[in-house]
């Protein structure tokens, strides 16, 4: 599904170097290091501020709590992504309303939206999921009707654009009050263990934030707010800092070989390929078809037999889940936890990789 290794041999110098210069340094916590990778993605992103922490969870996490809200409080987020961006909401007592989502963007449905929202709704929680922005027009829009806050989870969107209805464009994860990424080594912009990132405009939600990821301390020793101990590791912010000069050619690598996959695959009467929104560029973090007819365990397993790798991003929607009860009904985040199918994307296919993939997958759905 990845090749790492093979993207690793390409800037290993300066990954290398990288980390040489962190050892010598002995600065492993909040380093000098930390504080340049962020100011180099601050600008890459072009955003006020990115708070580095220890995971994409923690982000979503610490973004929430300082957004003080309370126990009880409802976010509204789409059944259909990873459990973590319901997971962090309820560790704090909040109530993750799970909603459906677009048959053909896999992203939140704003009309599911709209019909969700009570009286103790505080956030929206809109996921880019797969690599593509959600409807960040109507969801602002939204919340500035209803008066509530935006947390993006942006964790595998990094670099993806979204084209407002006036032209101008804005990075995912740096459009609500707060966004949140995640450095995990599969993900776009990935390091060699756990790390993520807050980003934010807003000085205020900045501070709280930074001060959260710190044990809710400002000053040593003194302790405003009840905090966590989340931080980016110096190491792993040696390696960031060393992939993002590339992370424009790694999107650009993921949506050829996406272009590849729907140029082979297109017309099939077995396969629906991703859609595209109008609004947001995709980078890709997964390549997902849908399967209209086939049975898909026997699809992967012809895959597999042919050296093929799938995955299915995700089997089971969150409201689905025993630990998240369902309160809405999420008809196509059902269909689609049963269709769904992702292929091999990465920074390293080649065509031939390509090829043998398209066509195993051809040969898999016409049997
Ligand atoms: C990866 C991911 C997370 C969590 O990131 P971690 O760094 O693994 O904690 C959250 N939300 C989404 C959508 C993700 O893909």
């Not at 790492?4 to 050892?23: F, N, S």
């Not at 990778?37 to 610490?62: C, R, S, Y």
């Not at 053909?104 to 009309?111: A, G, K, L, Y």
């Not at 077995?270 to 699809?299: E, G, I, M, W």
Request: charge should be negative; hydrophobic fraction near 40%.
């Amino acid at each position: 599904m990845v090749d790492l290794q093979t993207q690793y041999l390409h800037i290993q110098e300066d990954v290398d170097a990288g980390i040489r210069e962190v050892l010598a340094s002995a600065a492993f916590v909040k380093g000098p290091k930390v504080r340049t990778f962020a100011e180099h993605l601050q600008t890459w992103l072009g955003v006020k501020h990115v708070i580095p922490v220890g995971n994409g969870t923690d982000a979503l996490m610490i973004a929430f709590m300082s957004l003080g809200l309370h126990r009880g409080d409802e976010v509204i987020t789409p059944s259909f992504t990873f459990v973590a961006t319901a997971e962090a909401a309820a560790l704090l007592g909040l109530k993750p309303v799970l909603v459906d989502v677009d048959p053909r963007t896999f992203n939140i449905d704003v009309e599911a939206i709209r019909r969700a929202i009570t009286p103790r709704t505080k956030a929206l929680v809109p996921v880019h999921l797969f690599g593509q922005c959600a409807d960040m027009q109507s969801i602002m829009q939204i919340a500035t009707e209803y008066g509530l806050r935006v947390v993006e989870d942006a964790c595998q969107a990094i670099g993806a654009e979204y084209r407002w209805s006036d032209g101008h464009t804005t990075k995912a994860g740096c459009m609500g009050d707060l966004g949140c990424t995640s450095f995990f080594p599969s993900k776009n912009l990935g390091c060699y263990g756990d790390g993520g990132a807050i980003f934010t405009n807003d000085d205020e939600l900045a501070a709280r934030a930074t001060q959260i990821a710190n044990h809710g301390s400002m000053q040593r020793y003194h302790h405003d707010l009840i905090g966590v101990n989340s931080r980016l590791d110096a190491l792993q912010a040696a390696v960031l800092d060393a992939k993002l000069p590339h992370l424009n050619d790694y999107t650009a690598a993921r949506q050829a070989a996406a272009a590849y996959y729907d140029e082979h695959l297109a017309g099939n009467e077995q396969l629906v390929l991703p859609a595209r929104d109008p609004n947001s560029t995709h980078v890709f973090h997964q390549y997902t078809v849908q399967l209209k007819h086939c049975h898909r365990d026997h699809v992967r397993e012809a895959l597999a037999a042919e050296g093929v790798p799938t995955m299915v991003y995700y089997p089971v929607p969150l409201h689905r889940q025993p630990a998240y009860q369902a309160t809405l009904p999420c008809p196509v985040a059902e269909r689609l936890a049963d269709s769904v199918l992702s292929l091999p994307m990465h920074t390293e296919l080649d065509e031939e990789q390509l090829q043998h993939i398209c066509a195993s997958l051809l040969r898999a759905v016409t049997h």
